[in-house]
């Protein structure tokens, strides 16, 4: 743990099904969508100890308001953790890619799971090669790899359907040695597969009008001009994994970021804490002004 210079709890019920967006019916018909907040904590610290679960409560709650509870998805990654991946993911996501840019979509890896091993040796891939470079070795060999990536599959797709159907994706994200938690990164890790937020007709990114607002807190400070602000990895590494991996639009993505969160009881922080206060009423001010929008 490295420190630099520088509220209400949400209901826990993890959702391990899918939901899928409903779609708007044509005009006078069907009912309008139903807006879908998903909510993701990854603090260590469990309850209203934890300043982000705290700030993402609030919104949380804000949301239910006004859209009502039943797009509301919450899920603790630090109580639940996503596993992490595992050979039959690496495989699975090589498999992919080597059948070339064009995106699959769910049910085209699907598909890809359910088809029989290649690359073994002296077989062929998925693309007519013989399966003699690193990737293609690496690919599945016997039944047992094949089993291990359906099974990495299965836990992968419904979190990846859960994502899709969200409107809006509510993360809470203490700094953790400069970074992210390791719980939020496999969370990452899992649902980024190769051409699955893509739609495989069209090539649009599927998250595209999804809003994402990130809100962070940190012992220390790292705004703009602080001495540490370069070793502020957490908003430049999410700016560009949502931007780019996700194609997530930038003016949809949101930082709200409580500083100095430890100036209330370390000595040496001590001189921060009217910093601190303002830190956190700014973002508290933020948040309500994102959860109205
Ligand atoms: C494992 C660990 C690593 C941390 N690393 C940092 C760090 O690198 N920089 C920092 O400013 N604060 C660091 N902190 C302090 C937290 O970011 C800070 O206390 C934050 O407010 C925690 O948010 P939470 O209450 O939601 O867990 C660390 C805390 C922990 C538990």
Not at 11 to 16: E, G, R
Not at 52 to 71: I, V
Request: proline share 9%; with cysteine; net charge neutral.
């Amino acid at each position: 743990m490295t420190l630099s210079h520088p509220t209400s709890h949400p209901t826990s019920h993890p959702t391990s099904h899918p939901t899928s967006r409903p779609t708007s019916g044509p005009a006078g018909g069907a009912p309008a969508a139903r807006p879908v907040l998903l909510h993701l904590d990854s603090s260590a610290t469990r309850g209203p100890a934890s300043l982000t679960r705290r700030l993402t409560g609030r919104y949380a709650a804000a949301w239910r308001e006004r859209h009502g509870s039943a797009g509301y998805r919450y899920r603790d990654l630090a109580a639940t953790p996503v596993p992490p991946i595992g050979p039959g993911y690496a495989a699975l996501g090589q498999r992919v890619e080597r059948l070339g840019p064009a995106p699959l979509g769910l049910d085209g890896v699907s598909a890809l799971v359910a088809r029989p091993a290649a690359g073994g040796t002296g077989g062929t891939d998925e693309t007519g090669g013989t399966g003699e470079n690193s990737a293609a070795g690496a690919d599945l060999e016997g039944p047992e790899d094949a089993a291990d990536l359906r099974r990495e599959w299965a836990m992968t797709r419904p979190l990846i359907e859960e994502l899709h159907a969200a409107d809006t994706l509510l993360l809470g994200v203490p700094m953790y040695n400069f970074s992210v938690p390791a719980a939020l990164k496999a969370w990452i890790d899992r649902i980024t597969l190769p051409g699955v937020h893509r739609d495989p007709r069209t090539g649009e990114g599927l998250l595209c009008h999804t809003h994402v607002v990130v809100v962070t807190a940190r012992g220390g400070g790292y705004g703009p001009g602080s001495p540490r602000a370069a070793c502020d990895f957490q908003e430049p590494y999410l700016r560009a994994y949502f931007t780019e991996h996700l194609a997530i639009a930038p003016e949809r993505l949101s930082f709200v970021h409580a500083e100095l969160t430890r100036a209330g009881d370390l000595p040496k922080l001590a001189s921060f804490r009217e910093a601190a206060a303002a830190s956190l009423a700014a973002a508290t001010a933020r948040l309500a002004e994102l959860a109205a929008r």
